[in-house]
Nanobody
């Protein structure tokens, strides 16, 4: 079992920045990829960014050039640096951790971007 815990959400004005962190505990030795998803009210959950065990990253088109995902394997932590935030980035952001047994979701952290 892996338990991801997100932190770093909050309220920010449009154009501002926030940094989200996801720290995994439990069976962390087998972690492969880690991804951030988000879900806005009334919308489906969508992939924001992911990073593999070797550091290869993938971004949704709507965050390319604005968000940066990185990981610290020694600390079992993944960070999502979010810059140039827009009101449409408002959502609950979830961390999703993959290992050879399956994937695990955190409880989510709210990000609200005001006009």
């Amino acid at each position: 079992q892996v338990q991801p815990v997100e932190s770093g959400g909050g309220l920010v004005q449009a154009g501002g920045s926030l940094r989200l962190s996801c720290t995994a505990s439990g069976s962390t030795f087998s972690i492969n990829a880690i991804a951030w998803h988000r879900q806005a009210p009334g919308k489906q959950r969508e992939l924001v960014a992911s990073i593999g065990s070797g550091g290869i990253t993938n971004y949704a088109d709507f965050v390319k050039g604005r968000f940066i995902i990185s990981r610290d394997n020694a600390k079992n932590t993944v960070t999502l640096q979010m810059n140039s935030l827009k009101p449409e980035d408002t959502a609950v952001y979830y961390c999703n951790v993959f290992n050879r047994l399956g994937d695990y979701w955190g409880q989510g952290t709210q990000v609200t971007v005001s006009y």
